[in-house]
């Protein structure tokens, strides 16, 4: 069977989990960089088909126009990283078109798998439900009189998810609407089993697409395999973001060269990974908090804040962490995504279906005033806090901070900002030094309409001291002086390898494979069970054993039970797998693994240390 590119092993990143925070960085560079110089013969986001084909796609939206009467829709539509990508996506081109005075003529929305619950919390099978897939497509559709034009584009970075599969089936030959594909492997890669309400594969819907409907543009450059294997949050994510910016601002403005906008993110991909050394600092504290039971919280405004609640919702699914385990919390709540449901009608109606999935747990309440009401007075020393902004934070985001302050809370900032707004960052700060008098400094107040005072405080906080905050310097997109999507994707990148090195240090990766898995349902007990034999070369039956073991944490397990009863033994249970891997070595018994991974979570390095003392060369 083939494998898709986007789910085998990176060879950059295969000892990744015995590497120090520094070294980690370093890696996770080399795998981004192939989003931009390529892998293997595969063409890249600077290869010219793949250019071509996203020319073609303005082009097709070019020749249908934009009607006075009526407006363009475009809706993106995925499952998981995907769909949040799609939705901040949806949200922040509707504010952008708002704001130039064009949502008139062009109203972006999306779809995910799943429904909005997804944003925060993965929701099972969603991707795989092509029933509900065409539910909602047809939803959509059932308005499109009120469009002059239909952009539909599904993301599916492993050409994998059921979800958009059925999606673009359902939406084949239909001369209103234009179809793009997103995904990262190529479409003869595709998965090649059947979708329940298709007589069809995602394989074979892709391929007749592409053979057959004018109105079809597929997107798939390879960006290289995820520095993790199974998870398609990193570069999949980081590279829809890319596509999905580069055709709405092209389509928005004739005159931009797609290459050129392509290479604007190769410039900040570069940027994020330059303050290595100070972002080391930060992850080495964020491995303490997660090996000892603490937590890692960001804390943000506006799309600064979404790319940090985006980021902590991905860290359940992809490492089996706890929901708690890493939090984000944005000033505006839900309603950051508000403006990408054009179905609203009123922001009462908005503020019901908002309420209603808060009202469903916990994890779902992400406004700053959950963090300041609840989690602020449950903040240990174990904890880290996470500030993260463009230009400055906000005057709510600033009083939390100071407000850590008196508690001696371990807390950090990450700021990135423009060449020029950076440039007034040093001049504020060496005035506030007494380097130079500060009546000396010519600098005008920002666009904002702060006055000049106001910034200058929020710059001495954000500036206080170079040990809690990283400033990174980004060149603009050049679409727009306030245009904040670099330095999100920057954002995004940073913080991906904050959660990605502080769970890889934390002992949820063997090599370069996600290994602690929460064990939720039938598909990840058969998975765990697969890992095991995958890595210790074991057969299936002493695989089960070993991993039963480790659920019941005795080595006289029942036996005889149904995998439902299984998975409900697994609940709640920790580093099910690790162990495993440990007794299947033969060079622990159940207890010694267990008191030995107490000790070093990483596996790699626990079995390496005893086979030294064993001897073993």
């Known amino acids: 069977m083939n494998i898709p590119l986007t789910e085998r092993s990176n060879t950059i990143t295969r000892d990744i989990d015995v590497d120090t925070s520094i070294g980690i960085l370093k890696k996770l560079r080399q795998s981004d960089a192939q989003m931009f110089t390529g892998f293997e013969s595969f063409d890249s986001l600077l290869d010219a088909d793949f250019l071509n084909e996203m020319e073609r796609l303005v082009g097709l939206v070019h020749t249908r126009g934009v009607s006075e009467e009526k407006p363009l829709l475009i809706c993106f539509s995925g499952a998981g990283t995907s769909g949040r990508i799609a939705a901040m996506c949806s949200a922040t081109f509707n504010d952008y078109l708002m704001e130039k005075g064009l949502s008139d003529y062009i109203i972006c929305t999306y779809l995910i798998a799943g429904g909005d ?41 492993g050409l994998s998810a059921t979800y958009v599969a059925s999606q673009l089936h359902f939406l084949a030959n239909d001369e209103r609407a234009i179809k793009a594909l997103i995904g990262f492997s190529p479409i003869s890669l595709a998965r090649d089993t059947y979708i329940d309400c298709h007589d069809l594969t995602i394989k074979d819907i892709l391929m007749n697409l592409d053979n057959n409907d004018p109105m079809f543009v597929p997107l798939t450059p390879v960006v290289g395999p995820e520095p993790i294997t199974g998870s398609t949050r990193m570069k999949g994510g980081s590279a829809t973001k890319i596509i999905l910016e580069t055709v709405f601002h092209c389509v928005l403005n004739p005159v931009l060269n797609v290459r050129d906008c392509i290479l604007k993110y190769a410039d900040a991909m570069y940027a994020a990974y330059s303050q290595n050394t100070l972002l080391g600092e930060i992850i080495d504290s964020v491995v303490t908090a997660l090996r000892y039971g603490g937590r890692l919280v960001y804390l943000g405004s506006g799309l600064s804040g979404c790319v ?81 902004g463009f230009q400055s934070l906000s005057q709510e985001v600033l009083s939390i901070k100071t407000r850590l302050e008196e508690m001696e809370a371990l807390h950090y900032s990450i700021m990135l900002v423009n060449d020029e707004h950076k440039r007034r960052l040093k001049s504020f700060k060496n005035a506030l030094n ?51 999507e670099l330095s999100a994707f920057a954002l995004k990148l940073i913080l991906n390898a904050i959660t990605t090195a502080g769970h890889i240090q934390s002992g949820k990766v063997f090599h370069n494979l996600m290994v602690d898995l929460r064990i939720s349902n039938k598909k990840l007990f058969h998975r765990a069970i697969g890992i095991i034999s995958k890595i210790a070369k074991l057969e299936e039956k002493e695989s089960r054993r070993c991993l039963l073991e480790s659920i019941y944490r005795r080595t006289d397990f029942p036996n ?25 070595s033969n060079l622990f018994t159940l207890e010694e693994a267990m008191e030995v991974l107490r000790k070093e979570p990483i596996v790699r390095q626990a079995l390496i240390r005893s086979l030294n003392q064993s001897g073993y060369q």
């Open 560 to 584: 005889d039970l149904s995998v439902e009863n299984y998975v409900e033994a697994a609940s709640g249970v920790e580093s099910i797998v690790p162990i495993a891997l440990l007794r299947a």
């Open 308 to 388: 940090g609640v985006i980021d902590a919702s991905e860290c359940p699914p992809t490492y089996g962490a706890r929901f708690d385990t890493v939090r984000g919390f944005i000033e505006e709540g839900f309603d950051f995504f508000t403006s990408a449901h054009p179905e609203f009608e009123s922001q009462e109606q908005a503020s019901q279906h908002w309420n209603k999935i808060k009202n469903s747990g916990y994890y779902y309440r992400i406004d700053l005033s959950e963090f300041t009401n609840v989690v602020i007075h449950n903040l240990s020393s174990r904890d880290v806090v996470l500030f993260v």
């Open 434 to 484: 007494g380097m130079v008098p500060f009546e000396a400094i010519q600098v005008t107040s920002p666009d904002n309409g702060m006055s000049l005072g106001e910034t200058s405080i929020q710059l001495e906080a954000a500036m206080d001291l170079p040990s809690e905050t990283i400033v990174y310097s980004l060149k603009e997109f050049g679409l727009d002086k306030n245009t904040s």
């Open 117 to 157: 619950c997804a944003l925060i919390k993965a929701q099972e099978n969603a991707e795989d439900d092509g029933t509900t897939a065409i539910d909602d497509i047809k939803m959509l559709r059932s308005r499109l009189d009120e469009y002059h034009t239909f952009l539909y584009v599904g993301i599916t970075c």
